[in-house]
């Protein structure tokens, strides 16, 4: 290992590129793990009456009054752009680099709409009154964790949304045909899945407990 080091070779024949990806979202892992558990001291914890998920998260359509249906199609929506990127990465490997790169467009716009459901989603709260500092609906502390970690998560979603982009319009102009590397897709696919797999967390501990 030392050896391959200090000659910048490459180790247990893992590219670079998917081996720093590995790193960087382990320590990921560790910071929404710990925003996680704190959340759940806090819920466990706190003294005054926690808000209902149902009730905090409902939206009435037609008069009628649906618990969760939007977070339910969040949950839809970034769980299908899963799909598709997974798809992308399986054609970047065939090379056929136009449909990789629209499968790659397609989950960055679901991403997008992904991150347009959750701003409305805090403005709606906001308007009732909930802030990371006060809660009409009950213990100040479900607004400073709300925010804080569905904002977090929500940035690695935006962030992810501008990465996709960027690969996609480099593999439609044949940047990677030329070299014969597609690593970028599979590096830019293990991102965006564990984007999605957080969300998995955290829409179990916010809007199911």
């Not at 998917?18 to 466990?44: H, N």
Request: proline share 3%.
């Amino acid at each position: 290992m030392a050896a391959d080091l200090s000659g910048d070779r490459q180790m247990f024949q893992v590219p670079w590129g998917k081996a720093m990806m590995w790193i960087f979202l382990l320590s990921d892992t560790f910071i929404f793990g710990s925003f996680l558990t704190g959340y759940m001291s806090v819920r466990m914890s706190a003294t005054t009456t926690w808000p209902n998920p149902s009730e905090v998260f409902a939206l009435t359509i037609a008069g009628q009054t649906l618990p969760l249906i939007l977070i339910a199609i969040m949950t839809f929506v970034l769980i299908t752009s899963s799909g598709t990127m997974a798809m992308a990465v399986n054609f970047a490997y065939r090379r056929e680099r136009r449909k990789c790169a629209v499968l790659m467009m397609a989950t960055a716009l679901l991403g997008a709409v992904f991150v347009g459901m959750q701003a409305f989603e805090w403005s709606k709260l906001i308007a009732e009154g909930v802030r990371p500092w006060g809660n009409p609906m009950g213990s100040a502390q479900f607004g400073a964790s709300f925010f804080m970690i569905t904002g977090f998560h929500g940035m690695h979603v935006s962030a992810g949304v501008l990465y996709l982009f960027v690969v996609a319009r480099r593999v439609l102009a044949g940047r990677y045909e030329r070299s014969g590397n597609y690593d970028i897709v599979e590096i830019a696919g293990q991102y965006w899945h564990f984007v999605d797999l957080v969300w998995v967390f955290i829409f179990a501990l916010f809007y199911l407990w």
